[in-house]
């Protein structure tokens, strides 16, 4: 079935903006297929259209080690009938934290190993049911994506109409459209770690939401109307982006930007340029973010908006090794310029080194070592992590 993609709905917000988003937004690029082609979501992440099943070898790059498990006789797909599917995710992760003792209040932020142990966790971090109803085939769509742990909720449940000319309207309670949507939520281009920098922008940010958008061919363009964090105000998000293959000198090339306005007490302009490329084993993915808040200080006798800035930058380099396995290393760094009073300096860093193969089409597994220095006054923000998760969906 056709899956359009991505959209418009930022004029109110005077500029174009960007993204092609997939919760592994490195198998788009090396794949070549766009979020739309491998997510019921337009917009990227959640449940995981047919397409995937069918083509999960090519998509996913998993050995033939048990045939029992990478070539099964039979296997759910999900489909109840040809209108309705069901799917699931289970993430479960057992975790050690690394983290020095606070001298004098701080901790040192230019460690790459800390010795002292500081927490063994294991947890469930997310366990998530899908439903994905075809009311009338490529014309009208109902989707509702329920949260079981660690918490209940609905991150999703919306509708999508598809229209002429390759438009949709999409309505109901949705993830904004803002960059790379990575599945390391603890990014700072996504929700952080600890208070650390971020967006704002992760898998826990849902809201009620007008959704509208375009795709043709390469280009897509998506936009956002919600009512965001204040009470009088609204929030415009939106995102343009475009994925090409078979460019010179790569095998494809992602350009895309982004932008997001929170008005409120505290209004926030967000701006992201991200990108990458593809090229034989080597994936490359990066994102620049531009943060302009506007606040009222406490002291402020005029009511008058000082202009806090922020920066922060994402890189990540994938290799894929022996075709099956994929290496992974990244580079979160953030920088504040305004004088912000909580924090102690205005910069922070976080490199991670990992592993993440596919074991066959329904089980993938990720080993970590996440490195984290920033404020030290604040020693969360000074940590060394070592994780191993288990990821089964359908």
Known sequence: MARRTLILATLLLGALSGQTAVAEPYLALRSGVTCGGCHINITGGGMRTSYVSAHARDLLKYPDW???????????????????????????????????????????????????????????????????????????????????????????????LYLPKDFYVKVGRMFLPYGLQIQDDESFIRGGRNGSANTGFNFDLRQAAFETGWSSGPWSVVGALSEGSGDRDAQLTAS??????????????????????????????????????????????????????????????????????????????NYLLFDWLNVKAAFDYADFDGDLSDRADDSENRVSFGLEPFLAKFLQTRLFYRVGNGIESNASHNQSVLSLEAHLFF
């Open 240 to 317: 343009a982006s475009g994925l090409f293959r078979d460019v010179p000198l790569v095998d494809s090339i992602l350009i895309g930007v982004s932008g997001s306005r929170n008005g409120g007490t505290e209004e926030t302009f967000q701006y992201a340029g991200y990108g990458g490329f593809s090229i034989g084993p080597f994936t490359y993915l990066g994102e620049f973010d531009f943060i302009d808040r506007r606040v009222v200080p406490m002291a402020s006798a005029n009511g008058r908006r000082e202009h806090r800035g922020g920066f922060i930058h994402y890189s990540e380099l």
């Open 66 to 160: 048990f045939d029992d498990l990478t070539r099964p006789a039979e296997s759910f797909d999900g489909a109840l009938n040809d209108y309705v599917a069901i799917g699931a995710n289970l993430r479960a992760s057992a975790g050690l934290i690394f983290q020095d003792n606070p001298q004098n209040g701080r901790v040192d932020n230019n460690e790459v190993i800390r010795g002292r142990l500081d927490e063994f966790n294991v947890d469930v971090d997310e366990a998530i049911t899908y439903l994905h109803a075809m009311v009338i085939p490529d014309l009208l769509e109902f989707y509702v994506d329920l949260r079981l742990a660690p918490t209940t909720d609905a991150r999703e449940a919306w509708g999508v």
